[in-house]
């Protein structure tokens, strides 16, 4: 696939045994399309760790440069050093380190969110002889609902320190944000990429869900084409223009790079790149 900047994705590991066969088909289809990369979830506490490896492993059969999700809430350090070997052991070089959901019981674990995390990946490797690179979250909104811009470029400056190598944006729907986020990020001395996230969702209510999970608002215009929609069908397409319309304005902001949060399904985000590299053909 032709288009100007590489481009990844995020899959997640089946929920149920009756699922595996179903994601793995997605996840054949993503590889073969050449990403520079497909990062694997992992549930909170390593409850999915066992289907990550096995999602990460198929797709390493597939040919596929994988990254492994490890979060740092609700468990020990040595939780993490044993989950970081099993993965180490399993042939993963590439993580993406993140601090995860602050469960109900209140469980932050022993290490301080992502700094820690990274510090402490880097060491296991280095007990192994092996090289690893570790990417992390920004949020150029502010983390959840906080729209502290600043603080979160202190904390994204941070984990460069410890060793970062790049980071993903919790999802981007207005490449205005991204740009200033990134102008803000360099002034403060963030050297490392900033890779754009993209959720192409194709109905009012999925947005009011990632809304909630996120923080980050869907903008009104596109929220009302979707609910004028005729069908569903009307709706996938408006998610996948205005998608393919915003990975086109992040390109010309300076976007390194595209991560598409796929869904487990490889459908819409295969035509959402169709549909850029056809806008740059012509």
Not at 15 to 42: K, Q, W
Not at 247 to 272: M, Q
């Amino acid at each position: 696939m032709s288009l100007p900047v590489p481009f990844s994705f995020e899959l997640y590991p089946a929920r149920t045994e009756a699922g595996i066969d179903m994601v793995a088909g997605t996840a054949s289809a993503l590889a073969a399309t050449g990403p520079a990369f497909i990062s694997v979830t992992y549930g909170a506490a390593g409850s999915s760790n066992d289907r990550s490896l096995g999602l990460l492993g198929h797709l390493q059969r597939e040919g596929a440069r994988t990254v492994a999700h490890l979060t740092s809430v609700g468990q020990s350090r040595a939780q993490l050093i044993e989950r970081a070997e099993t993965f180490l052991a399993a042939g993963v070089r590439e993580f993406l380190a993140l601090r995860g959901d602050i469960p109900a019981s209140g469980d932050h674990g022993e290490l301080d969110g992502p700094v820690p995390l990274i510090g402490l990946l880097h060491e296991v490797a280095a007990r192994k002889g092996v090289m690893i690179r570790v990417g992390v979250a920004a949020y150029p909104q502010g983390h959840g609902r906080t729209g502290d811009v600043a603080g979160d470029v202190r904390a994204l400056r941070a984990k460069q320190a410890a060793g970062a190598a790049y980071a993903i944006t919790q999802v981007v729907f207005d490449a205005s944000a991204y740009a200033s986020y990134v102008a803000a990020a360099r002034a403060a001395g963030v050297t490392i990429p900033i890779i754009p996230g993209l959720m192409p969702v194709s109905t009012s209510q999925k947005l009011e869900r990632v809304a909630e999970l996120t923080g980050v608002d869907a903008p009104a215009d596109l929220v009302a084409a979707l609910v004028a929609a005729a069908d569903a069908d009307e709706r996938q397409r408006e998610a996948i223009r205005r998608t393919a319309r915003l990975s086109r304005e992040l390109i010309d902001a300076g976007a390194p790079s595209l991560h598409l949060y796929a869904f487990n399904r490889h459908e819409t985000v295969l035509a959402v790149l169709d549909e850029l590299a056809h806008a740059v053909l012509v």
